[in-house]
């Protein structure tokens, strides 16, 4: 049974990934964290400064939901962040057995150093074309969920990516010629995948079906011709791409839920028709 205030790794793990997700705290030592990088998908690394007892009654003003602290293994650092955290009225948990239970139970870690833009409050910045479709929301979906859930996107007119990126520090992703896009025949959300460390059975499905809508290739996956017509769909309900990319985010929650929990279950009508009837 979990400790209290605390919370397992195969309980964390079914979050990540859905919008219930928790705010994910790295507050592993420096030492730690050289020695093992990566972190646990979606963790804030929180430097030493940051985990000062007034610096954490600060963070706690600007937070909107749970938190989860993550140590090493579960001891002190996390459990005593937490608690300062409560004291200030965030709903807060650290993970139990720390990251080495997250290894142990062989869940996933991600590279955050692929990140190489990051504005004054350590979040990540990413400026592409506007108008997006798909690959330009599903990507944005994918760093929000799993890699950075604070990242800043910005849209512009596709002569102006590169000296957006160069004038505010940010990454350019799915244009010709930059290191986030398409490699041969896999999209940028493919690549991201692949940078990250992100590789599940269910988000390789959702890549599947991500690229067979992005690049005209329907076969690819059933769901990829529905994909692409919700995707034109939202493109003309918005003239606003950030409210596009709020309500995508709202549709690739659902597919992924399906690809991860709901693909073996059918639907039929009706549904309550007592046993034997005709």
Known sequence: MPAPDSITADKLAKLIGTPRCPIILDVRAEAARASEPRLVP????????????????RLAATMTGPVVAVCAEGHRRSQGVAAVLRSAGISAEYLEGGQAAWLAAGLQLIDARKITARDAEGRSVWVTRSRPKIDRI???????????????????APAEVLGTAELFGAMP?????????????????????????????????????VRGAD????????????????????SRMYS???EQLEAGMALYDAIYRWARDATDETHNWPTNRPAGAQ
């Open 138 to 156: 599903a990507c944005p979906w994918l760093i929000r969920r799993f890699v950075d859930p604070r990242a800043i996107f910005l849209y512009v």
């Open 42 to 57: 979606a963790a804030r690394p929180l430097a030493e400064a940051e985990i000062a007892h007034h610096a954490l009654e």
């Open 240 to 242: 606003d791409d950030l």
């Open 215 to 234: 690049t005209g290739r329907p076969e690819l996956a059933p769901e990829a011709a529905g994909l692409l017509a919700a995707s034109l769909g939202l």
């Open 173 to 209: 992703y799915d244009i010709e010629d930059v290191f986030w896009s398409h490699r041969g025949e896999r999209c940028s959300f493919d690549t991201m995948i692949e940078e990250f460390g992100l590789s599940t059975p269910a988000l390789d499905r959702l890549a599947a079906i």
